[in-house]
């Protein structure tokens, strides 16, 4: 009897062993499966969040290139306006200056030649300029002041000249910043390419 219980002791021991083995087995199996589901679900947050970041930093870029295009445009168009600006000063200055010259007296006196009826006109131009030129404007305009055309100095006009009617129903304007506006669009085609090529 002894060792009959020796026995079932020995198979008792042996199934629970074996039982705990298949347990400690089933336990690990299920470990490395929660192990593996755990890295699969890290893996895949992993993964969601760096292709979030990827989308974030693309973006980011792209703002930041369109900011800097921008950019660039602005100072550009800043650039060209302030440029622009310049010319057209200094093209109201140097057409404002030949028309403050002696050779402006025969340009004077085409216009009023070619504007008919003198007795009916009006010569504006600055005091300054025709206490200047006063003497040779009345020598080549002779005739025509004899014809009944007047010779007006006024501060008004800043360079040049204006050829009016006498009742104001129309005038010619031939002061500088007028001509240089005249002369602009033929020059601003030229300036900005040159600029801007």
Do not use: C, W
């Not at 970041?53 to 290139?65: D, L, N, Y």
């Not at 070619?114 to 040779?136: Q, V, Y």
């Amino acid at each position: 009897m002894a060792q009959q219980i020796q026995e079932l002791v020995a198979s008792i021991r042996k199934d629970g062993i074996e039982v705990a083995q298949q347990e400690a087995h089933a336990i690990v199996e299920e470990a490395k499966a929660q192990a593996a589901e755990i890295l699969a679900k890290a893996k895949k947050e992993h993964d969601g969040l760096l292709s979030k970041a990827e989308r974030e930093i693309a973006t980011k870029e792209q703002s930041a290139r369109a900011s800097l295009a921008q950019a660039s445009r602005d100072v550009q168009i800043s650039m060209r306006d302030a440029l622009t600006a310049q010319l057209d000063r200094i093209l109201v200055d140097t057409v404002s200056k030949a028309l403050s010259s002696k050779d402006v007296v025969s340009l004077i006196k085409t216009v009023v030649t070619l504007a008919g009826t003198p007795e009916t006109k009006i010569l504006e131009m600055n005091k300054t300029e025709f206490e200047a030129l006063g003497e040779s404007l009345k020598a080549s305009l002779a005739d025509e002041l004899k014809k009944g055309l007047e010779i007006r100095p006024v501060m008004a006009v800043d360079g040049g000249f204006k050829l009016a009617e006498k009742d104001g129903t129309s005038f010619f304007d031939f002061t500088g910043a007028e001509t240089a506006a005249l002369l602009k669009p033929y020059l601003s085609h030229a300036i900005e390419a040159l600029i801007f090529s």
